[in-house]
Structures are given as C-alpha cells and as structure tokens.
C-alpha cells in the first residue's frame, strides 16, 4: 500500500469518525451555536468602533479625513455607547446564548435556563463594589468564563430535574407559574456553589473570577496566536474537510472563544492607544487564510472557468460567484476536492502559505492587525479592509494570496483536467459510436 492510500485510509477510519462525533456532540454544538447566535450584536458593535478610530493619520490635511476625525472627537462617548452595549459586554449575550442552546438539546425550559444562567455570569463577573458595577469583565475577558458558567447552570439545572428536585406545586397553579418557580431550587444553587467561589478568589487573589479564568488560560491564548498553532488549525482543518467532514464547522466551533479573545483584547488596546499584539481572529482565518472558502480554492475556481474540460468549466461558472462570498462546497463536492488525491496537496498547501505569509506581514506591522468582526460572506478584499478599519493595503494582499493559489493549483488542475480530458473524449467517442449503430439500424 502506498503512503498516500495509507494516509487516506488513516483519514477515514480514525479521523472521520472521531469528528463526526466530536461535531455532532452536544456541548461543542451549544458553545458553536452560541457564538452564532450572539453574532449580529458583535458584528454592529465592532462596525461602530471605526467611526470613532477612522482610518486616517491624525496629521492627515484632507478635508474628509479632518471632518471625520474632528467629528469622532466630539461625539466619541456617544458614538461608543452602542459598541459598550454589544462588543463590550458580549459575554452576557455568549453566556445566555450558549445556556439556551444546551437547555433546548436537553429538552429543558431555554429561556429560563438563559436567564438563569445570565443571572450567574453577572453575579461572578460583575459584583456591584460601591454602588457600582465593573463592565471590565463582560467583554472579551469573560468569554471562557461566560462558556464554563452557561455549561454549569445548564448541566445542574439538568440533574435538578432529573433526581426531582424542586418545589412541587398543586395542580391549579398555572403553568407559567410552575415554571417560573422551578427556577428557584436552581438559583439557590448557583448562589450557594458560584458565589462563594467568587468571594474566595477576589479576597485571596484581588480579582474577579474571569480574570481569574484568563490568567489560567493565558498560556493557552499566547499559544494558539502563534504560527505553529495557525497552521496545525489549518491542517486539522482541511483533513477533515479532505475526509468529506465539515472541518470549518468544528474547527471555528474549537477556536471561536480564542478568536473572539483576541479581538476584545485587540479593540481594548485600541481604545487605550496602546499597541495591538493579537493576530489570530475570526476575519484573520475567514479572509486572509481560506480565500474563497476552505482550502483558498477562488484561485481553483479560477482556473476551472478557463479549463478546456466542459465538467471543469461548468462547476467553474456554477463555483464563481459563491466563491466570491467564501462559499466553496460546489467546488469541493463538485469537482470533487473530497478524497481526490490529484488535489490532496493544493488543498492543505494553499491556505497554509495564505497563513504564513498573511501573518508575517501582520506581525511584522506591515499590515495593521484586526479591530473589527466582519460576516464571514463579505469578499475577501472588502472583509479584510472592513476588519483592519478600512485600511486597504490588505486588499492588496488578499489580491496576491488569490494570484498565488491559482500558482499552487495550477499543476495539479491540469493533470486532473488532462484525466478528464481523456475521460470526456472516450464518453463523445462512445456516445458517436452509439449513434452511428443507431441509424444504422
């Protein structure tokens, strides 16, 4: 057996079915479900922080520019207060969403678990010292936290019900009622586990239990911002993608809560005027990385509408615009990419070469790094600007990455174009000689 047979059958027998599973496990479905509900605040909160750091030098004499920055100077509170209202404590929409999404998979009340679980995250992350309660928590700091708390309450309320243990009332109250009163034993038991907790870690530690969480996870953050952590993502990615599994879906599913930490981080130190060291985000993968859709394959696509065989050229037509918009599953079960090894080391190189060279140019400041979470259907060159504040000299590189895809594809497209080539001349032949015996007869 060949070392590329035993690779695919390594792909198929070990890791498809240990994906397959890890997707479709409840609580990594909840947290991916959560993020993706807590979305849209982040997307609108994100898009406003550019009004109030436009991209333009302080020093810049153009008119439009001094007006913008003269005009975000003035109203810098007020145009701020609909991103503190979303990007700034998305943690209590993350939390109350994951809570939601697990509650409804167990067949337990959602919104009450949400509420409930809201409840928690607030109590541990945003005690009232003085009169006042502290948001610093609520952002990107509190991600893991809002995570670890909405899994917990969920899991207790769960086992609550399971042993039956609650307050029993007659059968003429009403229903809403009922339920509103079998929050209580939960509540109580949040107070009772959660709180004291907290209490422990801000007397012997002098901070808040998130803050707490992230110095645990710090290391972990510090790591997977690396460049050894980007490729092994993309590598475990279009495995799984190659093994016919939705790589992206459990991948982002994996690093959703580290992406959406470095840009918290990355948009505190913005505000502060302090230097952004955060590469690794969610715009970062989406636009920088896998151009087109996984495996970069716009540069295949590209390749494909030129092609002189017609299967290659229709899915090339039929692949170009969805391409566009980061959506390439035409492409990769049309072609297919799927456990086609003409393709097999494209599809891993393309995108790994994106990330070297992509965060390079960011870590080395020639690039700006990403201040903006942006939805992942916007067109590469547009995305990347609108995450970076518009600055649209990334364009430019996204504009190259794609020119060099089409590089990196470009021999293996044509020995798989030259098969079917062959293929389609042997159907036309068979199909004539069909027809010739037809009208013979």
């Not at 994906?19 to 605040?41: C, E, K, N, T, Y």
């Not at 708390?149 to 042993?163: C, D, G, Q, S």
């Not at 065989?309 to 969805?322: F, I």
């Amino acid at each position: 057996m060949s070392i590329s047979q035993s690779l695919f059958t390594f792909i198929e027998q070990k890791i498809s079915p240990f994906a397959a599973r890890l997707s479709s496990q409840r609580h990594v479905m909840a947290v991916r479900d959560g993020f993706i509900s807590a979305m849209p605040f982040m997307i609108v909160g994100s898009f406003l922080l550019v009004f109030v750091h436009p991209p333009f030098s302080p020093e810049s004499s153009w008119g439009f520019a001094r007006s913008w920055l003269a005009l975000s100077a003035k109203y810098e509170v007020q145009i701020l207060t609909p991103f503190n209202m979303t990007m700034g404590i998305m943690s209590i929409y993350i939390s109350a969403s994951i809570a939601y999404n697990l509650a409804r998979s167990y067949k337990l009340d959602p919104f009450m678990t949400a509420m409930l679980a809201l409840m928690s995250f607030l109590l541990v992350a945003a005690p009232q010292i003085d009169e006042k309660m502290s948001t610093a928590a609520l952002g990107g700091v509190g991600i893991f936290t809002a995570i670890l708390v909405a899994i917990y309450v969920t899991e207790l309320t769960r086992l609550l019900k399971k042993y039956n243990i609650g307050i029993r009332l007659p059968e003429q109250v009403p229903s809403n009622i009922k339920h509103s009163f079998d929050l209580l034993i939960p509540i109580v038991a949040v107070v009772v586990t959660l709180f004291p907790l907290s209490l422990l870690i801000q007397s012997g530690f002098d901070m808040l239990l998130p803050q707490a969480i992230m110095a645990l996870f710090e290391p972990l953050i510090s790591a997977a911002d690396s460049l050894p952590a980007v490729l092994l993502a993309v590598l475990i990615c279009h495995l799984l993608w190659f093994a016919g599994i939705h790589g992206s879906a459990i991948v982002s599913g994996m690093l959703q809560a580290f992406w959406l930490t470095n840009l918290g981080l990355n948009q505190t130190d913005l505000a502060a005027g302090l230097p952004m060291t955060h590469i690794m985000t969610e715009a970062f993968w989406n636009f920088l990385i896998v151009i087109g859709g996984s495996g970069a394959t716009i540069g295949l696509v590209l390749l494909f509408c030129r092609s002189k065989s017609a299967h290659l050229r229709t899915m090339g037509k039929l692949s170009l615009v969805p391409s566009c918009f980061n959506i390439n599953e035409p492409v990769i079960f049309g072609t297919p990419i799927v456990m086609n090894p003409v393709f097999f080391i494209p599809f891993l190189l393309a995108p790994m070469v994106n990330a070297v060279i992509a965060y390079l140019a960011v870590s080395t400041d020639i690039l700006p790094h990403m201040i903006s979470l942006v939805p992942w259907t916007s067109p590469a060159p547009i995305g990347a600007a609108w995450a970076m504040g518009w600055d649209f000299k990334v364009s430019v590189l996204v504009i190259l990455l794609m020119a060099l895809s089409m590089v990196i594809y470009y021999p293996f497209f044509k020995v798989y174009e030259k098969q079917l080539l062959t293929q389609e001349k042997a159907a036309e032949a068979e199909q004539m000689f069909t027809e010739k015996a037809d009208a013979a007869q």
